[in-house]
């Protein structure tokens, strides 16, 4: 009767060890289909999110991009300004002046190399000039 006994407890806990088995595989079908959506949806949320950090990166730059050709154009503004001073400076020294005119164009014309100045006198006193390379 030991035997039998022992042949009875072993079928008890091998029914008993199925039917957890058995639980757990119906639990793992209920949760495994829940656990795929709920997966989904988190690698959803994190591309979304990847998504709109990427956007304001590019708003940012976008941003730094402008600061950036406001304060370039800014600057140019500026020296611009200093170039109209500068030539105001310069055509009002020069009004009137010709003959620091004619010390700078005749030093020009000094200056370059390998040309021949023919310099031809006219009745009004504007010379002609013909320049003949060598």
Known sequence: MDKELDTMDILKLFWVVAGII????????WVMPIYNVWSQEMVGKAEF???QQNRQIAVQEAMA?????????E???VRA???????????????????YLRYLWVNA???KENMSTVYIPTEANMPLVHQINK
């Open 22 to 29: 058995s639980i757990i595989v119906l639990l793992l079908m």
């Open 49 to 51: 999110a990847k998504a």
């Open 65 to 73: 991009l402008k600061e950036s050709a406001t304060y370039e154009a």
């Open 75 to 77: 600057a140019e503004i």
């Open 109 to 111: 014309l000094g200056k």
């Open 81 to 99: 300004g200093g170039v109209a001073k500068a030539n105001k400076i310069i055509g009002q020294s020069l009004n009137n002046n010709e003959a």
